[in-house]
């Protein structure tokens, strides 16, 4: 069983609790909401113990989350450039108490919400891809109540507030530390529009692949900065660098430019045929005004058709093309979906946005369970890619369904109704009891 890689990491000196986690990935593929209650209800488990198993237990899920790394990246292909792909995700909440909640832009919904953020690493290779890292997303309203973090059992080197590129920055570098492979770092705009990151990843040796907002500055020629000179004797010398040129958005430029500047790309195979994109390369400069530095940098903009648009998408890569072929970066920008995707078979497939737990070690025991999962879901795609080239992560859990459970008798549909009323009439009289 491919759990059993695991079993190391669910054992101290006095016992183990790999029968736990057994329990509660097979619970990931037979239950239909992924949360403890529910699972404990279909495999008609201990509902406490598998709660303190999640809640209290002190198995280590970064152990856990840094072995699923290492697995993910001995089984993926040597097909193409491996990414190293960096994005947030967000879960709804109801109320203030789950650990990271506040008022805040969460992507799954496209708008500020009550809910919990994180940013996650993904290790993708061609068509093939798997969470890998993950760091909690902690507000000011968060660090600046210490009560809240106690309450939250928020380790105290974890009470520092973060921005997402510093979690980000810090998943960057946690995975070279463990030696895993990759070419290149891929991230959105927020990521890509934050020059601290962007040279933090520069400074590591790494080539990044980062989308940008179509209003960034660029200068198509190096500018020079200098002081202007004083004009006459009265007020200030002038503090403020000038540049030598005028810098315009990228959106502005690609306005300048005519149907031989753009080239026809194939970027890879999709479901829906080839992908495939006008593209336009472009060596810039960017002026830092923060620390006064010129930097260059290749723009890279891609127009592709969707079903009711063309969409325009704008990167920056420090990759030069006497390094790359444009195939090569074409296809780095475009791989950016693909931890999009992970997110979608996450939570549509294995519930990671079901989690009801309030407190920090429970959020990254479940997250490590996920992602657990995840990774056996890519091995399965990668050793039947021959035979069933179009394996999906639905297929795979819809087939564990059937293995584990094929059918449900009306005796077990039974069982599962009073287990459930029972709990919940527990759960009404202890609020009774409370009045």
Request: proline residues 2%; glycine residues 4%.
């Amino acid at each position: 069983m491919y759990l059993s890689e695991y079993e190391y990491f669910f054992k101290n000196k006095t016992k183990t609790n790999f029968d736990k986690a057994s329990q509660y990935v097979e619970g990931l593929a037979l239950s239909d909401l992924k949360n403890i209650e529910r699972i404990s209800e279909t495999l008609n488990a201990n509902y406490h113990q598998m709660q303190h198993f999640i809640t209290e237990s002190n198995w280590d899920a970064r152990a856990v989350i840094d072995q699923t790394a290492k697995n993910v990246d001995q089984a993926l292909p040597n097909r193409k450039l491996t990414g190293l792909l960096i994005d947030e995700s967000g879960w709804v909440k109801k109320g203030k108490k789950s650990v990271g909640v506040d008022h805040q832009y969460c992507g799954n919904v496209g708008k500020t919400a009550n809910s919990q953020v994180a940013v996650f690493g993904c290790l993708c290779n061609d068509k093939y891809a798997s969470l890998v890292d993950t760091r909690l997303y902690l507000p000011k309203s968060w660090i600046d109540d210490q009560g809240r973090c106690e309450a939250a059992g928020i380790p105290r080197e974890d009470r520092i507030f973060r921005t997402k590129p510093e979690l980000a920055t810090e998943i960057v570098k946690h995975q070279l530390e463990m030696g895993i492979s990759f070419d290149y770092v891929g991230a959105d705009g927020l990521y890509g529009n934050d020059i601290v990151f962007t040279r933090s990843v520069a400074d590591l040796g790494l080539i990044y692949m980062l989308d940008i907002h179509s209003n960034q500055k660029i200068y198509l020629e190096e500018p020079e900065l200098y002081l202007p000179e004083r004009k006459s004797n009265r007020g200030r010398a002038p503090k403020k660098l000038k540049a030598s040129t005028s810098a315009v958005n990228a959106d502005t430029y690609i306005k300048t430019l005519s149907a031989k500047d753009w080239k026809k790309l194939n970027i890879r195979d999709s479901a829906k045929g080839k992908l495939k994109g006008l593209f336009h390369f472009k060596t810039v400069y960017i002026w830092d005004k923060a620390s006064n530095a010129v930097e260059k940098r290749l723009l890279i903009v891609s127009k592709r058709k969707t079903n009711d648009c063309v969409e325009t998408k704008y990167s920056f890569t420090n990759a030069e093309l006497v390094q790359y072929t444009e195939q090569a970066l074409a296809y780095m920008q475009a791989q950016r979906f693909f931890i999009e995707h992970s997110f979608k078979e996450q939570k549509q497939i294995l519930g990671m946005d079901h989690f009801q737990t309030r407190k920090w070690k429970s959020w990254y025991h479940q997250v490590a369970l996920n992602m657990i999962v995840g990774s056996f879901m890519l091995k399965e795609k990668i050793l039947n890619q021959d035979q069933i080239p179009l394996l999906s992560a639905r297929d795979i859990m819809d087939f564990l369904v059937y293995k584990f459970y094929r059918e449900m008798t009306d005796e077990r549909m039974l069982e599962k109704l009073e287990h459930r009323h029972k709990k919940r009439q527990r759960d009404i009289d202890y609020c009774y009891s409370k009045q």
